[in-house]
C-alpha cells in the first residue's frame, strides 16, 4: 500500500489530544500538496492528524451540542498511552487542554493517503528513524504497520477499530487480529464493552451515555439523535435511515446503505449492533 511519508514533529501544548487526534508539524511546509484528490489542511504549519484505523473513546465531543464524553477511564487511558508512545511525559491539562509537557514537542513520522471530509490528516504515527525519505511514497506492509502508534493502541485493547475502505485489506486484517487477541485476553476496554452484547447497552437518554462503554461511531449517532430529536430510542432507526454511512459486514459480505440493518433496539431502552467493530468497513464516499 502506497502512503506518502511525512516527517515533523507533534505539538500538544494549548491542544486537546485524545486516543485518536493529535496535532503535526510537517518539516516541509508543503508535505501535504501531493495529496490533491484528498486534501489536508494545515494552518500556520500545523496539520490536525486522525489515527487510521482507530476510534477511541470520546473525551469532548460536541457536533450538534454541548461537550459529551464517553466513560473517562478508558477516553483518558486512550490519550495517555498514545502520548506516552509518542515520547511525551508529565503532561498536565486543564480541562481537556494540554497546558504543560516534557518535552514539549516530539519527533516523529507519518504516512498518509490523505484527510478525511474535515480535512484532517488520516495517518499512521511513528517515532523514531523515519522508514524513507520525507515527501517520498512508501509502500506499507503489516511489519511497518507493527511499529505504528495505531497498532500498538489497538494491541492494548483501549481503543475500538474503525476501518475505511482506503485501507488495505492485509493491513486491516493485521489490526482486526490485534483487535481480536485484545478481546479475547479481556485488555483495556473490551472486558466493559456493550456493543455486541446480547443486552443491548441500556440507553433512556444522554446522561446514560457517559456510563455505558460502546463503539464511538454509535455513540456520536445517538448523541446527535438525542439532540436533534428526543431522548428515547423510539425513532433512532429512522435517524440512522437518514445517515449515509455506507458500510460492509466483512464475514457475510453484505453492503448496506446505512446502520439501520446492523442495530438493534431492545425492549425500547437498550441498544446493540450485530457485527463486531474489525468486521465492519465504512466507504470513504
Same mark, same amino acid.
Given at each position: 500500500? =502506497?502512503?506518502?511519508l511525512v /516527517?515533523? &514533529?507533534?505539538?500538544?501544548?494549548?491542544?486537546?489530544?485524545?486516543?485518536d487526534?493529535?496535532h503535526? /508539524?510537517?518539516?516541509?511546509?508543503?508535505a501535504f500538496?501531493?495529496?490533491?484528490?484528498?486534501? /489536508? &489542511?494545515v494552518?500556520?504549519?500545523v =496539520?490536525?492528524?486522525r489515527l487510521?484505523?482507530?476510534?477511541a473513546l470520546e473525551t469532548?465531543?460536541?457536533?450538534?451540542?454541548?461537550?459529551?464524553?464517553q466513560p473517562?477511564?478508558?477516553g483518558?487511558?486512550?490519550a495517555?498511552e498514545?502520548?506516552?508512545?509518542? $515520547? +511525551?511525559?508529565n503532561v498536565?491539562?486543564v480541562?481537556?487542554?494540554?497546558v504543560?509537557?516534557?518535552?514539549?514537542?516530539t519527533?516523529?513520522?507519518?504516512?498518509?493517503q490523505g484527510?478525511?471530509?474535515?480535512?484532517?490528516c488520516? *495517518?499512521l504515527l511513528?517515532?523514531?528513524t523515519?522508514?524513507?525519505?520525507d515527501g517520498?511514497?512508501?509502500q506499507v506492509?503489516?511489519?511497518?504497520?507493527?511499529?505504528?502508534?495505531?497498532?500498538?493502541?489497538l494491541?492494548t485493547?483501549?481503543?475500538y477499530?474503525g476501518?475505511?475502505?482506503? #485501507?488495505?485489506?492485509?493491513?486491516?486484517?493485521e489490526l482486526a487480529t490485534?483487535?481480536?487477541q485484545?478481546?479475547? *485476553? $479481556? #485488555?483495556?476496554l473490551w472486558? #466493559?464493552? =456493550?456493543?455486541?452484547?446480547?443486552?443491548g447497552?441500556f /440507553?433512556?437518554?444522554?446522561?446514560?451515555?457517559t456510563?455505558v462503554v460502546?463503539?464511538p461511531?454509535?455513540?456520536r449517532?445517538l448523541v446527535d439523535? +438525542?439532540?436533534l430529536?428526543?431522548q428515547s430510542?423510539?425513532c +433512532?432507526? =429512522?435517524?440512522?435511515?437518514?445517515?449515509e454511512?455506507n458500510?460492509? %459486514?466483512?464475514?457475510?459480505?453484505?453492503?448496506?446503505l446505512?446502520? %439501520?440493518?446492523l442495530?438493534?433496539?431492545i425492549?425500547?431502552?437498550? %441498544?446493540?449492533?450485530?457485527?463486531?467493530p474489525?468486521?465492519t468497513?465504512y466507504?470513504?464516499?
Amino acid at each position: 500500500m =502506497a502512503m506518502l511519508l511525512v /516527517v515533523g &514533529e507533534y505539538r500538544i501544548i494549548g491542544t486537546e489530544p485524545d486516543g485518536d487526534t493529535i496535532h503535526f /508539524v510537517p518539516t516541509d511546509p508543503l508535505a501535504f500538496d501531493k495529496l490533491k484528490d484528498a486534501p /489536508v &489542511e494545515v494552518k500556520n504549519g500545523v =496539520a490536525r492528524v486522525r489515527l487510521e484505523g482507530v476510534d477511541a473513546l470520546e473525551t469532548h465531543y460536541d457536533r450538534t451540542g454541548p461537550r459529551i464524553r464517553q466513560p473517562a477511564e478508558f477516553g483518558d487511558k486512550a490519550a495517555q498511552e498514545l502520548l506516552t508512545f509518542l $515520547g +511525551f511525559s508529565n503532561v498536565q491539562r486543564v480541562g481537556q487542554k494540554v497546558v504543560s509537557a516534557t518535552p514539549p514537542q516530539t519527533p516523529g513520522w507519518i504516512l498518509t493517503q490523505g484527510g478525511d471530509p474535515f480535512k484532517r490528516c488520516v *495517518a499512521l504515527l511513528g517515532t523514531g528513524t523515519p522508514p524513507g525519505a520525507d515527501g517520498t511514497d512508501l509502500q506499507v506492509d503489516v511489519p511497518l504497520l507493527q511499529t505504528t502508534a495505531n497498532h500498538h493502541l489497538l494491541k492494548t485493547g483501549l481503543v475500538y477499530p474503525g476501518f475505511y475502505d482506503k #485501507l488495505l485489506r492485509d493491513l486491516r486484517n493485521e489490526l482486526a487480529t490485534v483487535t481480536r487477541q485484545a478481546r479475547e *485476553a $479481556g #485488555l483495556g476496554l473490551w472486558p #466493559l464493552d =456493550a456493543t455486541t452484547a446480547p443486552a443491548g447497552a441500556f /440507553v433512556n437518554g444522554m446522561a446514560s451515555l457517559t456510563e455505558v462503554v460502546i463503539l464511538p461511531k454509535l455513540f456520536r449517532r445517538l448523541v446527535d439523535h +438525542f439532540n436533534l430529536v428526543e431522548q428515547s430510542l423510539t425513532c +433512532f432507526p =429512522a435517524y440512522l435511515a437518514g445517515k449515509e454511512d455506507n458500510v460492509e %459486514v466483512l464475514s457475510t459480505r453484505t453492503k448496506q446503505l446505512s446502520l %439501520v440493518p446492523l442495530v438493534q433496539i431492545i425492549n425500547g431502552s437498550a %441498544v446493540r449492533m450485530t457485527a463486531q467493530p474489525e468486521d465492519t468497513v465504512y466507504s470513504e464516499s
